[in-house]
């Protein structure tokens, strides 16, 4: 059975592993680099559901889509002028 996201509701790493099945690593480099915020309480990650909520939302996967795109021309672009 699939728990519905609820966006005030405070989520564990673990819990919003299982729903973005990620690994553990992946969900720590993703609360590292930024991509999901997360607050420490006690020394513990907590999450917002509504932050997951953004990672699913298809608004979301099209801005990561255009800045991978920016990124991919640029670099393209440094190895044309070698």
């Known amino acids: 059975m699939v728990e519905e996201i609820k966006p005030g ?3 564990t790493p673990k819990e919003t592993r299982d729903f973005l099945k990620v690994s553990e690593s ?3 480099r ?3 680099d930024g991509i999901i915020r997360a607050y420490k309480v006690s020394g513990q990650y907590r999450i917002w559901g509504i ?3 953004k990672l ?4 979301f996967r099209f801005q990561l889509y255009r800045f991978y795109m920016k990124i991919r021309n640029k670099i ?3 190895i044309k002028g070698w």
């Open 9 to 11: 509701k405070i989520y």
């Open 26 to 28: 992946t969900m720590k």
């Open 30 to 32: 993703m609360i590292r």
């Open 51 to 53: 932050e997951i909520l």
């Open 56 to 59: 699913t939302s298809p608004s």
């Open 76 to 78: 393209r672009q440094i």
